[in-house]
């Protein structure tokens, strides 16, 4: 079954705000867990976190410059990523205390 523009919308935003896929799945309980998963465009703050922890203890064990170094790019681009997620969440919590704080 493929999931419907608009609901695959909806995911992204929740995993943009922070929701998990587990959670998503929860709600949408038409489609499989996996259906999701591989329907979104982003991982979730949490699946973004394991992804880094898992990079720095690669890191570790990893006897290659050259790899390490691969690892350690690919960490950053993580930590980019999770930056950019929670100052655009900064800004809507802004926002909504602004609306909030008017009405």
Known sequence: MSIQKHELDKMNE???????????AQKYKQ?????IYWAVND????GKKRAITNR???IVSTRK??????????????LNE???????NSKKIVDIDRILRKG
Not at 14 to 24: H, P, Q
Not at 43 to 46: D, G, H, N, R, W
Not at 65 to 78: H, I, P, S, T, W
Request: net charge negative; charged share 40%.
């Open 14 to 24: 929740a995993l943009r705000n922070g929701s998990t896929v587990a959670k998503i």
């Open 82 to 88: 999770l930056y950019d997620q929670l100052k655009s």
């Open 43 to 46: 991982a979730s703050i949490l």
């Open 65 to 78: 410059k050259e790899d390490r170094e691969v690892l350690a790019e690919e960490a950053k681009e993580l």
């Open 31 to 35: 489609y499989d867990y996996w259906e």
């Open 56 to 58: 720095i203890k690669k």
